[in-house]
């Protein structure tokens, strides 16, 4: 079994930043694709950001590009998301997601989720 804990959410007004923080652990030795999920609310949860072991990544939403980087280190088996010039629109919760190879957008491949961590963003 795999535990994701994000942290990292708060309080900020646009134009801030905020570094998200994501640590998996589980079977020793073992690690894992990541990604991040955000749903805000009444909408559906989207994708973020996914980067695997090796730190490729998918192409960035459209709604995050530019503004948003995920990255990694392994030997924590921890991701970030640092999230620069935040928009009210980007205030949700933000899950954390694992797979063992994954990386892709599609929510239902990741079999591992954290708990959410909320981020709001005032005008």
């Known amino acids: 079994q795999v535990q994701l804990v994000e942290s990292g959410g708060g309080l900020v007004q646009a134009g801030d930043s905020l570094r998200l923080s994501c640590a998996a652990s589980g079977r020793a030795g073992s690690s894992y694709s990541m990604a991040w999920f955000r749903q805000a609310p009444g909408k559906e949860r989207e994708f973020v950001a996914a980067i695997n072991t090796w730190g490729s990544s998918p192409p960035y939403p459209d709604s995050v590009k530019g503004r948003f980087t995920i990255s990694r280190d392994g030997a924590k088996n921890t991701v970030y998301l640092q999230m620069n010039s935040l928009k009210p629109e980007d205030t949700a919760v933000y899950y954390c997601?694992?797979?063992?190879?994954?990386?892709?957008?599609?929510?239902?491949?990741?079999?591992?989720w954290g708990q959410g961590t909320q981020v709001t963003v005032s005008s």
């Open positions: 997601a694992a797979d063992t190879t994954y990386y892709g957008i599609m929510m239902s491949k990741y079999p591992y």
